[in-house]
């Protein structure tokens, strides 16, 4: 598990970087380095439900992503589901845009 942010390696059980505050990125053999990928925001989610749905999507589907909380939710450690007004924000390599539009489309409005 890598932090998309600040390059971190983390074991397998640890799901948010320590540092950053931002979901830990599992990458394939096949992915190219982390330090080439440019990552853009594709959805910003009103709580982590359909964040945690969009995720589990692509990551069946091989591509790279990462979420990242408001400022409340990323500082406290707490799900944007919970805060009033929260939002999530899903990041993935610009190189899968397209792809993972087309699997995201029912989800994002």
Known sequence: ???????SEY???IKI?????????ELKPKSEPLENMTWI????????????MAVVL????DIPCYT???????AF???ALSLPGGSVKLYIPDTFKTQAEDLLKDIIT
């Open 1 to 7: 598990m890598f932090c998309p942010e600040c390059k």
């Open 11 to 13: 074991v397998e059980e």
């Open 17 to 25: 970087c320590q540092d950053c505050g931002v979901s830990l990125v």
């Open 41 to 52: 925001s594709i959805a910003d989610f009103n709580g982590a439900a359909l964040a945690d």
């Open 58 to 61: 692509l990551e069946q589907n």
């Open 68 to 74: 990242k909380g408001d400022f409340l939710s990323s």
């Open 77 to 79: 450690g707490i799900k």
